[in-house]
Each structure stands twice: as structure tokens, then as C-alpha cells.
């Protein structure tokens, strides 16, 4: 009888302490993660409520509020005992760039326009889409032969065309120009180009044409 009395006394502390007391409930937010959002302005999208007991607050609430910003990927939202809420953020990367009307719109691998500016920013390439878009098919398949791209490719490319999905046309800052084709068979095209880089042909070529592997043309 006892030790059921000691048992229920220990649970109902329990609970007291995490439903009831003020000992653990939210006193702060911690953002982490941000460059191009403030803090601030998650946590204001965030709005997690301060002085709710923390077993009470509901993550997944939290968690799609500050998804739908949209410079925002992903995010997740942990407790961290015994009073804080820590908002984990996975901002969308800039790859490309559209010009429309004196703005510069920065878009991310999925079409999603990340930030807009007066000013176009340096290091990324200029898309060049009739509809540029999220839902755009000339759109992805550019923006897919982009995320492609090794490293040695993609930071020499100053512009990347697409007036179909199956025609892509990569324009680097050397003045080469590759005809890219479809976005399709991605390393065997890096492979062949690489190739014909390494050959005084490829290096002396204005346009490689990639677009069919199987007969690659310079001129």
C-alpha cells in the first residue's frame, strides 16, 4: 500500500512539474541556421508560445509555420529542456538568377525565388527561361542540368538557356558554349566534354555540342 502511494505521489510531482509548475516552460528561442532570413523574423513567423509548458508545445505547429517562408527549405523545431525551443533552419540556395524588369530575381535548384534585388549578385549564372518558374518545364530541366554540374563546370558558367525542355544551352564565362540538349545522361556528357577539353580540337572550339553523346560535334 505504501510503496502504491509513494508511486502515485511521484507521478502526479511528475506531472505537476511538467504540465503545471512554471519550472519547464518556454523562456527562449534559438534560431540557428540563418544568412539571408533575420532571427527575428522567424521567430515572429514562428510564434512559439513563451510560458507553455514545454511537453504541451506542439513542434509539427511550429515547424510549418516557419516552413512557409520562402526563403526557407526545411526546418525542425526540438525541445531543448528544461526551457528552450531550438528552430533548426535549411534556407534555400541561390544557383541562378533571372532579369525581369531592372529586378534580379535569385532562384533556388526547385524554381523557388529565394530573394530579389536592385543589383545583380555576382557569382551566379543569368537563367534564361521564356516563363521562368517552380512550375515551368524549361525552368527544371535547366535548373536539374545546373544542380549536375561539377563544381568546375558550374562556378565558370555564366549563363544557361532553355527554350524547351530538351534544349538546354550552357554559355561559360570563357565563351564557350555547349549545347546541352536534354537533361539527361549528365556525367556521360561531362565526360565526354572533359575529353574534348583535353584535346587542342576541344580547347580551340567556340561550341561543343553534347546534346546527342553518341556523335559529339565542335566548330
Aim: with cysteine; proline share 6%.
Amino acid at each position: 500500500m505504501c510503496v502504491a502511494l509513494l508511486v502515485v505521489c511521484v507521478l502526479t510531482t511528475a506531472a505537476w512539474v511538467l504540465l503545471g509548475s512554471r519550472l519547464l516552460v518556454v523562456r527562449d528561442v534559438h534560431v540557428t541556421g540563418v544568412k539571408i532570413l533575420p532571427r527575428d523574423r522567424v521567430v515572429t513567423t514562428a510564434r512559439v508560445p513563451l510560458g507553455t509548458p514545454m511537453v504541451r508545445m506542439d513542434t509539427d505547429v511550429i515547424r510549418d509555420r516557419v516552413e512557409r517562408l520562402p526563403e526557407v527549405e526545411s526546418a525542425s523545431v526540438v525541445r531543448r529542456w528544461p526551457a528552450t525551443v531550438r528552430i533548426v533552419v535549411r534556407e534555400r540556395v541561390p544557383v541562378v538568377v533571372v532579369e525581369r524588369a531592372h529586378k534580379f530575381y535569385e532562384m533556388d535548384r526547385y524554381g523557388v525565388i529565394v530573394v530579389t534585388t536592385s543589383r545583380r549578385p555576382a557569382g551566379l549564372p543569368t537563367l534564361m527561361v521564356a516563363n521562368p518558374s517552380a512550375a515551368d518545364p524549361a525552368t527544371a530541366a535547366a535548373l536539374r542540368v545546373r544542380g549536375d554540374l561539377p563544381a568546375r563546370f558550374a562556378r565558370r558558367l555564366a549563363q544557361i538557356e532553355a527554350s524547351s525542355p530538351e534544349s538546354v544551352t550552357l554559355r561559360f564565362k570563357s565563351g564557350t558554349t555547349v549545347v546541352w540538349g536534354a537533361a539527361e545522361r549528365s556525367e556521360e556528357k561531362v565526360r565526354l566534354i572533359d575529353a574534348l577539353l583535353a584535346t587542342p580540337e576541344g580547347r580551340a572550339a567556340r561550341i561543343v555540342d553534347v546534346s546527342s553523346p553518341e556523335v559529339v560535334t565542335t566548330r
